[in-house]
């Protein structure tokens, strides 16, 4: 069965994978907001851009977070992965 998707149905998908994008920015990078498709695209360019002058994929990626978004590092985000002893300790509890 071969599914044929209109336009919009296509910009609708790419703007929920841009936003799910956007939203692991914002929580890898402590961004206190979701960056726009655009900015998404643009961190995505520039990280590839320092990536091929030699720098490091994880490093790339963060001195384009600098660079592009002002509110680099401005929040903490806990993740799934966070163990209870780091959420403990990240809540004040020194047990």
Do not use: C
Request: net charge negative.
């Amino acid at each position: 069965m071969v599914a044929l998707l209109r336009h919009s149905d296509l910009l609708d998908e790419w703007e929920r994978f841009m936003a799910s994008v956007g939203n692991a920015l914002q929580v890898k990078y402590g961004l206190g907001r979701e960056p726009s498709p655009e900015q998404v695209q643009e961190w995505a360019r520039r990280t590839r851009e320092l990536i091929r002058t030699g720098i490091e994929k994880e490093r790339a990626g963060e001195e384009a977070a600098k660079q592009l978004f002002r509110d680099y590092q401005t929040h903490f985000y806990a993740s799934e992965a966070d163990t209870l002893e780091m959420l403990l300790q990240q809540a004040g509890d020194k047990k």
